[in-house]
């Protein structure tokens, strides 16, 4: 069976995979920072569902606005580069309170930028192959969780979590600037 992915696939698969590779790093000892900061395990699940609503409620806000954009590319790098500030952000965290806002930014680029991203993709997939070539998203989702959790864990155990912020944020940053500086005839 021959695989076949565009330039322009190649390129999103790369790029939100460095953004669910930063996610993944956290996901598995999100709790363990909550206690850091003096939260318990119902401060974290209030923290998830911060970050739940306002991503969910975001969505269909910003999938709408996707549609009236041309360049739907940019709302993808805004997305990105607000998710970069929210984990860099992780590094001020003093309080329980602080997550809960930070949580709120980071649901707000995720939801900003995944309407605008599914549509990207969709554009580039071919009609023929695109159960496979969708495979390939759910897939690369898969393995980047697996990839970011033992990359967070490694670094928390011997780095701290301030070393994991730091390489999430910039994670999300390349991919940002990537995407921005890229030519737009590519995507």
Not at 62 to 81: H, Q, T
Not at 126 to 147: P, R
Not at 148 to 175: D, H, K, P, Q
Request: glycine letters at 8%; aromatic letters at 16%.
């Amino acid at each position: 069976m021959k695989i076949h992915l565009n330039t322009a696939l190649r390129i999103l698969l790369a790029t939100n995979g460095l953004i669910l590779v930063s996610g993944a790093m956290f996901g598995p000892i999100y709790a363990l920072f909550v206690e850091k900061i003096g939260g318990d395990l119902l401060d974290a699940s209030y923290a998830y569902a911060a970050f739940s609503v306002s991503a969910g409620t975001m969505a269909i806000i910003s999938g709408k606005f996707a549609d009236r954009i041309k360049e739907k590319e940019l709302v993808v790098v805004f997305g990105y580069a607000l998710m970069a500030i929210g984990f860099f952000s992780y590094i001020f965290v003093q309080s329980v309170w602080h997550l809960l806002i930070i949580q709120v930014l980071i649901g707000l680029g995720e939801a900003i930028y995944s309407p605008a991203f599914d549509a990207v993709y969709s554009q580039h997939i071919a009609k023929s192959s695109s159960g496979l070539q969708w495979s390939f998203w759910e897939a690369m989702n898969y393995f980047t969780m697996t990839v970011g959790a033992l990359i967070g864990g490694y670094l928390t155990t011997y780095f701290g979590f301030n070393m994991m912020f730091v390489l999430m944020a910039s994670l999300c940053l390349i991919s940002a600037l990537y995407i921005l500086f890229l030519p737009r005839k590519v995507l």
